[in-house]
């Protein structure tokens, strides 16, 4: 399992079209991918899930993969969270 923190830096934080995509991204991978915050959890394949987190500007949120692929997984999951969100 790897995982990494990150802070939302969004205006809006977590809303429809990132979370979108983050579903999406989540979804190139055979490791299960999840993003927690606000001390709930959720598969990040699952794009209502994720919406449901409500995560806003400046929060904290901790990605984590698991599976065959996770050391290539968290590093482009990292590297999107940098670009989008």
Excluded: C, W
């Excluded at 929060?59 to 999951?77: F, L, N, Q, R, S």
């Amino acid at each position: 399992m790897k995982q990494f923190n990150y802070v939302i830096t969004d205006e809006i934080g977590i809303h429809a079209r990132p979370a979108g995509l983050l579903a999406k991204e989540a979804k190139t991978f055979s490791s299960k991918i999840t993003i927690e915050a606000n001390g709930k959890k959720a598969e990040a394949t699952k794009l209502m899930a994720v919406m449901q987190l409500g995560v806003k500007k400046g929060a904290e949120v901790v990605i984590t993969a698991e599976g065959d692929d996770e050391d290539v997984a968290i590093v482009k999951m990292e590297a999107f969270m940098k670009e989008n969100l």
